[in-house]
């Protein structure tokens, strides 16, 4: 059965989701703002949501922040969660001090990893507090995606079955193995052939940066801004 035959097959409601999602991901341009890209994002991960409800990223849930979370941002996504954790109480920020200094000794002194993101399979973020992103208004590209795309980097290690450099879903490890699983017996094929991949989507966010500086680990930002 092919795709034009399996949507036809949806309701007219999946039908105008589906459409709705292929739509987004085709309009998150370099033309527009960090601001503007990140609503549309928004509005992407909510139809996809819609379509995906046994997604268990409710609120309240931190899997993905406690496991791995070592992402790289970009300099404007930076000065948007700086901007944020200066705002906050000066209990909080002494708190996300606290666990960024704890933190510090996986980087070495050009602020990068020294050992592979898979081996870093406790390292919890230390701008999760008490369970809850305290930035979360303005958290950066790959917490935004995560839960609802596929990848191909190997972002997060890959469950042992999948061949490397198959598109795997880039979320906590429990979905993984259960997305993959509803792949492999063909379950519900159209839905996950909508899903977006990260990588064009964090290019295209890449051409939004006004600066020429390269991404860099949330965690060396946060340890700079943690010193001064």
């Known amino acids: 059965m092919n795709l034009v035959e399996l949507y036809e097959q949806q309701t007219p409601e999946r039908q105008r ?17 960090l601001e503007q890209y990140y609503l549309t994002l928004s509005a ?7 379509l995906h409800p046994e997604i268990p990223c409710p609120t309240g849930c931190s899997k993905c922040c406690e496991s791995y ?18 705002a906050l109480s000066s209990k909080k920020q002494s708190q ?10 996986v980087l070495n002194s050009e602020g990068k990893l020294k050992s592979p993101r898979r081996t870093h399979k406790f390292f919890q973020c230390p701008l999760l507090i008490e369970g809850q992103c305290s930035v979360y208004a303005f958290r950066p590209f790959d917490c935004r995606i995560t ?49 977006p991949q990260r990588e064009p989507l964090w290019e295209a966010l890449k051409q939004i940066e006004p600066s020429d500086q390269p991404p860099a680990l949330l965690l060396k930002y946060l340890l700079n801004w943690a010193n001064t």
């Open 69 to 86: 979370a070592l992402p790289e941002v970009l300099a404007s996504e930076w000065q948007l969660i700086q901007q944020a954790l200066n």
């Open 44 to 50: 992407l991960t909510a139809r996809l949501q819609a």
């Open 17 to 33: 989701l589906l459409d709705e999602v292929n739509f987004l991901a085709a309009h998150l341009r370099d033309d527009l703002i």
């Open 147 to 195: 839960g609802y795309s596929f990848s191909t980097s190997g972002e997060r290690p890959l469950p042992h079955f999948v061949p490397p450099g198959q598109a795997i879903p880039y979320t906590c490890s429990p979905e993984q193995q259960r997305m993959l699983t509803e792949l492999e017996n063909q379950s519900r094929p159209l839905e996950y052939v909508f899903m």
């Open 96 to 105: 996300i001090r606290t666990a960024v200094l704890a933190s510090a000794e």
